[in-house]
């Protein structure tokens, strides 16, 4: 492991333990090289958090302002949802967060959530009662809306009906795994499902943050 990743991990540990430190001495190149990854793994907040760099400071706290405005809208679809007893369930960045010290580290781009298919139609034309709009974004398991905003992914199930794991992630399957009352997946359940959304991930480069989340999640089964 050469010394930039290592110091690219090693600033993702500090950070989730809440340590702050200086940041070492590094060339010019070995700068450079530094910050493009950790941009690449969308790990800047780090920047500040751990080491206290100032040009980071704002995108430390336009994620800190940005989760706010996530909180709102997650909470408002589960008043929504609730209250005409519809089953669903949150996925990725925004339950992911719960388990960071400082959820602001765990920077997400929209708000994922499922439902059942035979509800999806339903739900889809509830949340335009509310002011939620479509967005454009199309695809075989989901369809992007969006409200003050915030972008928002309605799934209909967790793969695409072609992916070689739609099977061991279908309805049923989801149905026996669902934490009914919270509004998530059961920890193995999810852990495997997310296992699956990173190997999605890797041919884009993107690996550390979601090593991350893994190591976090692990050690929450075992607190």
């Known amino acids: 492991m050469n010394k930039i990743y290592s110091l690219v991990i090693e600033t993702f540990r500090k950070g989730i333990e809440g340590e702050k430190d200086v940041l070492p001495e590094l060339t010019d190149e070995e700068k450079s090289e530094f910050l493009k990854l950790i941009k690449e793994q969308s790990?800047?907040?780090?920047?500040?958090?751990?080491?206290?760099?100032?040009?980071?400071?704002?995108?430390?706290l336009t994620s800190k302002i940005f989760e706010n405005y996530v909180f709102k809208i997650k909470n408002e679809i589960t008043s929504i949802l609730e209250a005409e007893n519809i089953p669903f369930y949150f996925i990725k960045g925004v339950e992911l967060k719960s388990i960071y010290k400082d959820s602001a580290l765990r920077t997400m781009g929209d708000i994922d959530f499922v439902v059942f298919k035979e509800d999806f139609?339903?739900?889809?034309?509830?949340?335009?009662?509310?002011?939620?709009?479509?967005?454009?974004?199309?695809?075989?398991?989901?369809?992007?809306?969006?409200?003050?905003?915030?972008?928002?992914?309605?799934?209909?199930?967790?793969?695409?009906?072609?992916?070689y794991f739609s099977s061991y992630f279908s309805e049923e399957k989801v149905k026996t795994n669902l934490?009914?009352?919270?509004?998530?997946?059961?920890n193995e359940y999810n852990f495997g499902f997310l296992l699956v959304h990173y190997i999605k991930h890797l041919s884009s480069g993107e690996g550390i943050r979601g090593l991350g989340d893994f190591y976090l999640l692990l050690r929450a089964f075992y607190q």
């Not at 790990?43 to 430390?60: I, N, P, R």
């Not at 915030?150 to 009906?161: A, F, G, S, T, W």
């Not at 934490?179 to 059961?186: E, F, P, R, T």
């Open 179 to 186: 934490d009914y009352k919270n509004h998530v997946l059961n």
């Open 43 to 60: 790990l800047s907040v780090f920047l500040y958090k751990v080491y206290g760099t100032s040009e980071y400071k704002k995108t430390y």
């Open 121 to 163: 139609e339903k739900v889809h034309k509830l949340l335009a009662l509310n002011g939620y709009k479509d967005d454009g974004d199309f695809a075989e398991n989901h369809i992007g809306i969006t409200k003050n905003n915030v972008l928002i992914e309605l799934h209909h199930n967790l793969v695409p009906n072609q992916s």
